[in-house]
Nanobody, 129 residues
Framework: QVQLVESGGGLVQAGGSLRLSCAAS????????MGWFRQAPGKEREFVAA???????????DYADTVKGRFTISRDNSKNTMYLQMNSLKPEETAVYYC???????????????????WGQGTQVTVSS
């Protein structure tokens, strides 16, 4: 059973940056597809970014169109931790950000909540205008 704990959220002005972390325990994320989602008040949880892996342990990333070019997902397997670097933040990106994990044979991305097995508790990101 993998446990995920997010950190790094906070209050930032529009145009600013934050880096979120997702620390995993109870299992190694080396062979997990990892993702970030967010949920704004009154809205459904939405996909932000995901990282998958290939059999030579090369890691790949995909992003929602709304964050491409501004957000970067990465992982440090030695620390069993995933990150989300968020730049040029916008007020409409105020939300609770969640990390998620799914054990996988690799090569696929997952874009919906139901495809992930493990979730963190979320970290609040507030972007002021």
């Amino acid at each position: 059973q993998v446990q995920l704990v997010e950190s790094g959220g906070g209050l930032v002005q529009a145009g600013g940056s934050l880096r979120l972390s997702c620390a995993a325990s109870g299992g190694t994320i080396t062979t997990y597809v990892m993702g970030w989602f967010r949920q704004a008040p009154g809205k459904e949880r939405e996909f932000v970014a995901a990282t998958t892996w290939s059999r030579d342990y090369t890691y790949y990333a995909d992003y929602a169109d709304t964050v491409k070019g501004r957000f970067t997902i990465s992982r440090d397997n030695s620390k069993n931790t995933m990150y989300l670097q968020m730049n040029s933040l916008k007020p409409e990106e105020t939300a609770v950000y969640y990390c998620a994990a799914r054990r996988s044979v690799g090569g696929s991305y997952y874009y919906t909540e139901s495809e992930y097995d493990y979730w963190g508790q979320g970290t609040q990101v507030t972007v002021s205008s």
